[in-house]
């Protein structure tokens, strides 16, 4: 069964200061791996997916096989970062069935 | 363009009582996908469907029906509200690279 974790339920940090959003995942064939950005009373959007290896609002992830993770990071936190962070694993085998995190709160402190 | 669209935003229930909230989507996708939203708990899958005429179970299916009534439409019902289902629902559609589209949601409330 897929898995998805991700450990800290809130992460605040100061603005400025780097940001780490970790996430782990459990999964037997080759993942697909997303994050998502759901802003205070809105819809979760589409941050950014491990396929395309994009930078999106100064975030990044980079998909580690090898220790099953696929962090979000960002150097220097501002406050308009401040939301739930979902990080997502789609079954590319067959049916596309999405599995999401519990999401982290972050927090950026003025 | 206005992508996943859902009704109702709001609604209060009394338990017992039925109602049905309805997704629609215009991107010409063909998966859909009913999520709650519960704090602590991220987002959990109800059912989904592959495409028009077919639905499958999610993780948490019970005291919920859907319908895909074509490939725009995949609504939920509850038939008879429960507590236990307060929550924020959430429709998404499923694009071309796997990503999630995800209507505005439904804050319901059963009381």
């Known amino acids: 069964a897929q898995r998805v974790t991700q450990p800290e339920k809130l992460l605040s940090v100061f603005k400025g200061a780097p940001v780490e959003l970790k996430c782990n995942y459990s999964y037997s064939g080759s993942p697909e791996l997303f994050w998502y950005v759901q802003y205070s009373r809105q819809r979760l959007q589409l941050l950014l997916r491990?396929?395309s290896r994009e930078s999106i609002k100064g975030f990044t992830a980079d998909l580690n096989k090898g220790e099953t993770s696929f962090h979000l990071k960002k150097p220097f936190a501002q406050e308009e970062d401040s939301a739930m962070y979902y990080c997502?694993?789609?079954?590319?085998?067959?049916?596309?069935?999405?599995?999401f995190g519990i999401g982290t709160k972050l927090q950026v402190i003025p | 363009n206005a992508g996943v669209t859902q009704t109702p935003k709001f609604q209060v229930l009394k338990t017992g009582q039925s109602m049905t909230l309805q997704c629609a989507q215009d991107m010409n996708h063909n998966s859909m996908y009913w999520y709650r939203q519960d704090p602590g708990m991220g987002l959990r899958l109800i059912y989904y469907?592959?495409?028009?005429?077919?639905?499958d179970k999610g993780e948490v299916p019970n005291g919920y029906n859907v319908s895909r009534l074509n490939k725009r439409e995949f609504s939920l019902r509850l038939e008879s509200a429960a507590p236990s289902q307060t929550s924020v629902y959430f429709c998404?559609?499923?694009?071309?690279?796997?990503?999630?589209?995800f209507g505005p949601g439904t804050r319901l409330t059963v009381l």
């Open positions: 469907s592959a495409s028009e005429g077919t639905t």
């Open positions: 998404a559609s499923e694009g071309s690279y796997n990503e999630q589209f």
């Open positions: 997502a694993l789609s079954d590319s085998g067959g049916y596309q069935k999405v599995t």
């Open positions: 491990h396929i």
